[in-house]
């Protein structure tokens, strides 16, 4: 567990960074989506990171990676499986980004820095919190990037009060058209950026000016 301040924005930082490198943030367009790809990244990620912990006594250091990166592609080769078995119409819109979330390299780095080191309570604990704040961030970057780009969530009650609100105060026509740019894979990470720097700029305060994300 983390006890001090610096322990918990460390512990912070490295998750985000997991989070901006995350290949979903891509295609989380709306917050079905990103709701979605939130649930995808920490299953995998709970699922990967148990295994390896549970494992780690019988992985010899000069083979730790080849089999990380086996481990992993099978958790997320089964998860993918499922989804394009059950949630088929999902699968098509999250295309091959799930698959690519095997070679993320600081899902890697994780694996490396905290379940091959520790227990599996202790990985269990770190993956949750780091699945969670991974989630959170998807799921807000895509219901942002709907807004900015629909005027309104997809979702007909969500859509219906955020519509009436935005009427009201005369800030949404019934015709809203966002800007292109918020819905392209370049608009994605545009946006996670300003959320970044929104953070930091939270942080700041208590930090004495250090810089919470390092890319």
């Given at each position: ?58 992985i ?21 499986w499922?989804i ?103 608009g ?24 919470f994300?390092?890319?």
């Amino acid at each position: 567990m983390i006890h001090t301040n610096t322990g918990r924005t460390e512990y912070l930082s490295s998750a985000l960074q997991f989070s901006g490198l995350c290949p979903l943030i891509l295609v989380s367009s709306s917050m079905v989506t990103g709701l979605v790809a939130g649930m995808v990244v920490m299953t995998a990620l709970l699922a990967s990171m148990l295994t390896v912990s549970v494992l780690r006594r019988t992985i010899p250091g000069s083979l730790g990676l080849p089999i990380l990166l086996v481990v992993t592609s099978t958790v997320i080769t089964i998860l993918w499986w499922y989804i394009q078995g059950y949630y088929y119409a999902l699968a098509a819109v999250f295309g091959v980004y799930i698959p690519l979330l095997a070679l993320d390299t600081a899902w890697l780095a994780r694996l490396d820095a905290v379940a091959l080191r520790n227990g599996p309570v202790t990985t269990l604990l770190d993956a949750g919190g780091a699945g969670l704040l991974a989630m959170l961030f998807l799921l807000l970057t895509g219901t942002l990037r709907e807004l900015i780009a629909d005027g309104g969530i997809g979702l007909e009650s969500w859509k219906t009060l955020s519509d009436t609100f935005l009427l009201a105060t005369g800030k949404l026509s019934l015709h809203w058209q966002g800007p292109d740019l918020i819905s392209t894979p370049a608009g994605a990470f545009l946006l996670f950026g300003t959320l970044i720097a929104v953070f930091n700029y939270c942080l700041s305060g208590t930090r004495s000016g250090r810089v919470f994300f390092r890319g």
